[in-house]
C-alpha cells in the first residue's frame, strides 16, 4: 500500500445471492459514524449498459466527493480482454478516488458473468494491489452450519494463495432458527465471524418492480403504494371464499380479470377489519372486469395496487416468482431493515479495529446523526407522535422502532392507524395505538386541566373538549409521565404544539422564556442557532434565557458552549438601542451563569473566524471559536439559519425546543422522514437527562 493512502475495506463474496450490498451498506454506515470522508469504488461494474444500483445506493450513503463514474474501475468485458491490462486500470483508478477519502469501501463483484479463474480469486488478486484487507461474504441460505464452515475454509484458503488479507467473514441470509449454530460452527478461525438472518422483505420485489417484471400496467389503486414489497404471490385460482382463508400479510393475489368473485372479495377484504394488509392484486390474462363490475370497483375507490397483464396465470406467477427484490437507493424500508441487522449482529468496534480506521478529528452531520441516534438507544425513552395520520410520522415511526431508537405510541384510531401502516409496509407492531376518545385518559385529564387552569375560568366540560385534542392530549401524556417526550407539528402549527406545553408543563426553574435552537450540521462541525423559530423579538432577559438554555442544549449533544450574542457591531465599537440590548443580555448571562463563556456583543464574521476575531477581539476566548451563535430576533435568526442551510449545504436538525420542564419538539410542516427520525431522537436524548 502506497503510504499515504488511506484506510480500505474489500467485500467480496465466492457466489452471486450472498447480499453483499446489505454487508456494503451497514459497514459503509459504521464508518460514516466514526470517519469524515467515506468513499465508495466499484472494481468492476455490473454492466456497462444500465447503472450499477448497488453503486448508485452507496454513493448516497457516503460522504466523500465522488461521483458514479469516478467510483467505477473497469467492465467485464475488459476483465475478459486483459486481466492484467483490467487491474492496472483498477489500480490506477482507485488511487485517484482515494485522495479524496479518509477510508475507502471496495465493493467486489457480482458474478454478473462469472471469469476463469474464480471470480474470487480475481477479486482477490484486486484487492492485493490495491492494499485492502478482504471482508468475506458468504451465503448460508440452504447450507447447513457445516457447509458453510466447510466454504469459509475454502474461501479463506483461495484467498491465501493470492496473498489476500482477510479481515473478517460474514455469513449472511442465514436460517433464523440456526444463526447461533452458524456462529458456533465458525469459532476458531483467526479473524472475527459474524451471522446474519435471512430476511424475506430484503428480496422481495415490490409492486412496482413486479409490474415491470410482468410488463403490466396500472389499473387502479394508490400510486405511493406501488413501492410497498411483495412478500408472497398467491394465484386466485380457487372460489372466493378458499381464496380469503388463504389471505396472510404482504400476498399479491393474482387472478384473471374476469373472475369478479375473487376480485371484489379481495379488494373488501384488505380494507376490511380482521382481514391482512395486501401488496397488490395481477389481473392476468389480458381480461378487464366486467363493466359493471368495473364501475363498482371504481365506487369502492380501492386504494390497494391493481396491476394488468396479457401474460396467462403460470406465466404470471412464474414471472412474480422469479423476480428478486433489489435494495435501492430509494427503497428506505429494505436499507433500515439491513442497516438494523448490521447494528444488531455485527461489533462495529471491532470490525473498526481490524480495518485500522483513525479517528476523526471532525464531525460530519452523518456523524452527528449516528451519534443521535446511538445516544437514544443507549436509553429508550417513550415518546409520542399525536399525528397518526400522516404518512410522513407512520414511515418515521417503522424506522424509529426498527433501529429501536425509542419506544413509540402513536395517537389515531387502532384499527386505521394499522391499517394504513400496514398498507405502506411499515410495521409498527411495537408501537402502543391510543384513541384519545376511548383510551380511558379523558377524564382524567380534564380533570388535571382544569384544576391546571381554574384561574382562567377552566371548567371541566371544556376540560373535556380541550383534552381531546391530540397536542393537548399528548402534552398530558408527558405532563403525567405516561409519555418521557412528544413529538408534533408535521400537520399542525407551532403554536398548536406549543401553547398546551406552555399552560400545562411550563419551564424550567430559573428560565421564564421558551425558545428554540437548530442544530446546523456543518462539513466539519457542528454549531447551535438560537433562537431562530419561537420568539420574535425578545427582550435583553429573554435573550440571557436563550443563551443559557442554547448552552446547555448544546452540551447536552456533545457540542463545548461558546456562546456569541450576535449583533451588528462588536465590542465596544457601536452604539444604539439594538446593540445595547445585546449589551444588556450579556451582562445578565454572564451573572446568572458565569461559568459560561459568553461574548457579546459580537458580529458573525468575528464570532466564527479566527483571522477577523484577532483584529476585532484578539482576547477573547469565544470569538473566533463560538459554537453557540444567539440571534437578535427571529428574522435574523430564521434568515440566517436559511441561508447557511442553502448556501453552505448545512444539514439543520430542529427547531428543537429548550426551557420546557419535559421535552416537547415542533416539526416542519414539510418535516422529511428523516427529519422526524432525527427529532425523536432529540426529543429521547432530551428526556434522558430528565
Known sequence: MIDHAPPVVYIAAPEGDTGKSTVALGVLQILCATTARVGVFRPIMRSAAEPDYILELLLEHSTADIDYTQAVGTTYEQVHADPDAAISEIVMRFHEVAKMCDVVVVVGSDYTDVASPSELRFNARIAVNLGAPVLLVLRGAERTPAEVRQLAELCAGELAQEHAQLVAVIANRCDPAQLEQVCVALRGFDVPCWALPEVPLLVAPTMAELCTAIDGEIYSGDPELLRREALQIMVGGMTAEHVLERLDEGVVVVVPGDRSDVLLSVVNAHEAEGFPSLSGVIMNGGLRPHPAIARLMAGLKPKLPILTTELDSYETAGAAHRTRGRVV???????????????????????????????????????????????????????????????????????VL?????????????????????????????????????????????????????????????????????????????????????????????????????EIIKTVPGVSTVSSVFLMCLADRVLAYGDCAVVPDPTSEQLADIAISSAATAARFGIEPRVAMLSYSTGESGSGAHVDKVRIATKLARERAPELPVEGPIQYDAAIEPTVADTKLPDSEVAGRATVFVFPDLNTGNNTYKAVQRSAGAIAIGPVLQGLRKPVNDLSRGALVADIVNTVAITAIQAQQG
Open 329 to 399: 437507493a430509494g427503497s428506505l424500508r429494505k436499507v433500515d431493515t439491513a442497516l438494523a441487522l448490521m447494528e444488531e449482529h455485527v461489533d462495529a468496534a471491532e470490525l473498526l479495529r481490524r480495518i485500522e480506521v483513525p479517528l476523526a478529528s471532525v464531525v460530519t452531520p452523518q456523524m452527528f446523526e449516528y451519534q443521535l441516534i446511538e445516544h437514544a438507544r443507549a436509553d429508550r425513552q417513550r415518546i409520542v407522535l399525536p399525528e397518526g395520520d400522516d404518512d410522513r410520522i407512520l414511515r418515521a415511526a417503522g424506522r
Open 402 to 502: 426498527q433501529r429501536k431508537i425509542a419506544d413509540l405510541v402513536i395517537l389515531g384510531v387502532e384499527s386505521v392507524v394499522r391499517a394504513r401502516a400496514a398498507e405502506l409496509g411499515v410495521d409498527i407492531s411495537a408501537a402502543e395505538v391510543l384513541d384519545p376518545n376511548n383510551s380511558g385518559y379523558l377524564e382524567e385529564f380534564a380533570a388535571e386541566y382544569a384544576e391546571l387552569r381554574k384561574h382562567k375560568g377552566m371548567t371541566l366540560s371544556r376540560a373535556r373538549e380541550t383534552v381531546s385534542d391530540i397536542s393537548y392530549f399528548g402534552t398530558m401524556m408527558v405532563y403525567k409521565g405516561i409519555a418521557d417526550g412528544m413529538v408534533s407539528g408535521a400537520a399542525h402549527t407551532t403554536a398548536h404544539t406549543i401553547r398546551p406545553s406552555l
